[in-house]
């Protein structure tokens, strides 16, 4: 089930229209819900394996943004 896990944060800028890279999580997760609020990127949540529900947040602060 849990197929889709990754490290990677991807972020999109509506003003450009365009995805980029963030600094890599430090454990990988799948089908997470994010938030942006006051600069920062909220991940909530997902899988961290076919077993392991995640009932963590992840704060990502946006510094170029």
Same mark, same amino acid.
């Given at each position: *089930? %849990? !197929? /889709? &896990?990754? +490290? %990677?944060?991807? #972020?999109? @800028? =509506? /003003? &450009?229209? %365009?995805?980029?890279?963030? @600094? =890599? *999580?430090?454990? =990988?997760?799948?089908?997470? %819900?994010?938030?942006? &609020?006051?600069?920062?990127?909220? +991940? #909530?949540?997902? &899988?961290?394996?076919?077993?392991?529900? +995640? @009932?963590?947040?992840?704060?990502?602060? +946006? !510094?170029?943004?």
């Amino acid at each position: *089930m %849990a !197929t /889709r &896990l990754s +490290l %990677a944060f991807e #972020i999109y @800028d =509506p /003003r &450009l229209n %365009a995805w980029r890279m963030g @600094d =890599p *999580m430090s454990s =990988p997760r799948g089908y997470a %819900a994010a938030v942006n &609020l006051d600069g920062s990127v909220y +991940l #909530i949540g997902g &899988l961290q394996s076919n077993v392991q529900i +995640l @009932d963590t947040v992840s704060n990502h602060v +946006l !510094t170029d943004i």
